[in-house]
């Protein structure tokens, strides 16, 4: 029997569990290539493929940037389409991401997050995506498995809204998050067909209604068609919005695009993305047992940045320690901490700001990473300022 | 939550035994997380796996520093890996040996409780090939109650298909019935 | 506030008069009429021409038009040429003279 029949959690592996959701919101056209952490993602959907389960084409292409290319082929074409991949593999597709949403194809990506060569490390941290960061996708960090899986199907709902037409990257941390077994609850295929209606648009490559796509834009029309779609994807925060609430309503979990926990009378706040913010709940809950004021902030919207619902999130807190998973070479800060920092300047009552990071190239986040960054925060002085980034546990 | 790792050589099963015991405890209701140390999988390199079982959701991620329970797949790693490195003082260390557990002791200066269980001439006698997996997932779980011949008879199903999961099931029921906590 | 300094602005269409993903109808090249930016047209000796087809296959724009095997010859556009020469260059018969546009 099919896992997503079952009616009870599944034990799965998180990439499979991505792989069927992609099976139940019945993408059309899949073109991958294997790059480890992402492989038993793309593997899974082959199979699915190969045995009926999927009626999709899958393009077995020859690099990733022939996939991404494929992918902006089919969906020009109309068809709903889906890809994956990892580290240097989005490194060799790069050239291809930035023109999707320009182009307003809703292709949807999950990026196993893995680190950047050199040296060759195939583990996990945000490197890979940080890079490309700027690419106009709207981009989610997944906590859990059944985020991923949810997020999976949300992500094709989102990217074909009408009002958003816009490509979409779910990152999931490579390995720590897509290669673990966890419990999932499969959404129902009939309740996702409610949700996920069958893909139709006009904006298509229609021999009957022939456009052109992929132009020229010339110094007098390319600033005009920037704003145009950088306006598109700021607005797609609220459909974010909108497509979390019609998932909360029939499947009955709901997401935000920024979580708080225990954030109320906290003095300082950690901020997070992806996986390790649950093993942060963790550590703040037996902080909290010793008496620290300490709560946690999670990004699960990247792209387009939740500005206002940030600042609410973190109103009141004394010290933000921000968590990065990557860095800036040459730069006092990672590129989550700098942006949160320049949203901050302008608040009337904002906090100290410290930026911390950690798990490069797969180093593991245990609990007491946590409260190291807190001891730390509290040891800064009356200055509150820490001038540079700390790598947690830099043995030099 | 109990916390549980895995030790044993690539192509033995570590992996396959944290992910099964994951996927039971699942199917009965429980929650549960099983994860490799990850990288490059080479047959026969030592392997570590982790294992988390609990009656509330897991949301804890970092890979296992404190286990409650130690299994050793190849009783040739306890060589080049300190197995027991960080085990609760109230842990349990389960060993696919030949040799009684006051032997392993006192080579190896455990002091903690221990089953051992030949898990290698059960794995040869019933599967034909030296794969100790659910040998040990079958002492794993008679000692530390974490699941039934029944709980797995789909996991292994599910895994082995028709071919190969009766003789799995076999396996594990040998090491069920026989597996002893140290006295 | 009134801005006292005036930008220059190069722009040619509002951001929201562009059209959905950046898209253009097909087929617009035929509105645009390159024949103007012409210097020497094609002029074509009928008596030599052996009905080659050189001069429409080796045309950059696709300015020659097949009239067919009972005229048996190849007659250029020249709402489109833009007088390259190429034809002139490549006929094998060079029955083909680029003559200066007269101003």
């Known amino acids: 029997m099919s896992v997503t029949k079952s009616t009870k959690p599944v034990g799965i592996e998180v990439s499979l569990a991505i792989a069927e959701a992609v099976k139940l919101a019945e993408a059309e056209v899949v073109a991958a290539y294997p790059i480890t952490p992402q492989t038993h993602i793309v593997e899974h959907l082959s199979d699915l493929v190969a045995n009926g389960e999927l009626s999709a084409e899958y393009v077995p292409v020859e690099s990733e940037q022939s996939a991404l290319s494929a992918c902006l082929g089919s969906s020009a074409a109309g068809a709903r389409t889906f890809t994956a991949t990892s580290s240097q593999g989005l490194m060799l597709m790069a050239e291809m991401v930035f023109i999707a949403p320009v182009l307003r194809l809703p292709i949807v990506m999950a990026v196993a997050n893995r680190a950047i060569s050199a040296p060759i490390n195939i583990w996990n941290d945000h490197s890979d995506i940080m890079s490309i960061r700027d690419c106009g996708w709207i981009q989610f960090f997944a906590e859990n498995g059944q985020e991923a899986t949810d997020m999976t199907i949300i992500s094709f709902r989102l990217a074909e809204d009408k009002n958003v037409m816009l490509p979409v990257i779910l990152n999931l941390d490579g390995f720590t998050l897509s290669h673990f077994i966890e419990p999932i609850l499969f959404p129902p295929q009939d309740k996702v067909r409610k949700y996920l209606p069958p893909y139709q648009t006009a904006h298509k490559l229609d021999i009957t209604k022939p456009i052109s796509m992929g132009l020229l834009g010339a110094p007098e029309v390319f600033t005009e068609i920037k704003k145009a779609t950088d306006n598109a994807l700021v607005a797609s925060k609220k459909y974010v919005s909108k497509a979390f609430d019609e998932f909360g309503k029939i499947f009955g979990r709901q997401y935000k695009l920024v979580e708080t926990y225990k954030t109320d009378d906290a003095e300082t706040i950690i901020v997070t993305m992806g996986s390790i913010s649950e093993t942060a709940t963790v550590a703040v809950d037996e902080m909290r047992e010793a008496g620290e004021k300490v709560g946690l902030v999670h990004l699960r919207l990247w792209r387009p940045f939740p500005v206002d619902e940030l600042r609410a999130a973190v109103r009141g807190a004394k010290h933000l320690a921000v968590v990065d998973r990557h860095f800036t070479p040459g730069f006092p800060e990672g590129p989550v901490a700098t942006e949160i920092r320049a949203l901050m300047y302008h608040e009337a009552d904002r906090p100290k700001m410290s930026n911390f990071i950690l798990g490069l190239g797969g180093r593991d986040v245990p609990r007491n990473h946590f409260k190291y960054i807190v001891e730390q925060v509290k040891g800064l002085g009356a200055s509150g300022r820490q001038g540079h980034y700390e790598m947690v546990g830099v043995l030099e | 939550m109990i916390e549980i790792r895995f030790h044993g050589r690539g192509g033995q099963g570590a992996v396959t035994s944290a992910e099964l015991m994951a996927q039971t405890a699942v199917g009965s209701g429980k929650y549960a997380q099983a994860f490799p140390s990850f990288g490059p999988e080479r047959r026969g390199a030592p392997v570590t796996a982790f294992l988390r079982i609990s009656d509330q959701p897991i949301r804890v991620r970092e890979k296992i520093y404190n286990p409650d329970v130690v299994v050793v797949l190849d009783p040739s790693v306890m060589n080049v890996t300190k197995v027991d490195a960080g085990l609760k003082d109230s842990g349990v260390l389960i060993i696919n040996s030949a040799h009684p557990a006051g032997a392993l002791r006192q080579q190896y200066g455990f002091k903690w409780k221990i089953t051992t269980i030949d898990a290698l001439s059960i794995a040869l006698e019933v599967l034909k090939v030296p794969i100790t997996n659910t040998v040990m997932m079958g002492a794993l779980s008679k000692v530390m109650g974490v699941a039934t011949p029944d709980d797995v008879r789909e996991p292994l199903q599910n895994r082995f298909g028709p071919a190969l999961a009766p003789k799995n099931q076999e396996a594990f029921e040998r090491a069920y019935a026989n597996a002893k906590m140290e006295a | ?103």
């Open chain 3, 1 to 103: 506030m009134k801005n006292k300094v005036k930008i220059t602005m190069e722009a040619t269409t509002k951001v929201g008069d562009l059209p959905f993903g950046f898209t253009a109808q097909p087929g617009t090249t035929r509105e645009f009429k390159t024949g103007d930016w012409r210097s020497a047209r094609p002029v074509l000796d009928r008596e030599k021409c052996i009905y080659c087809g050189f001069c429409y296959i080796y045309c950059p724009d696709g300015v020659y038009k097949d009239m067919g095997p009972k005229e048996k010859y190849y007659q250029a556009d020249l709402d489109f040429c833009k007088g390259c020469g190429v034809c002139a260059n490549e006929c094998p018969k060079k029955c083909i003279q680029m003559v200066v546009e007269e101003v």
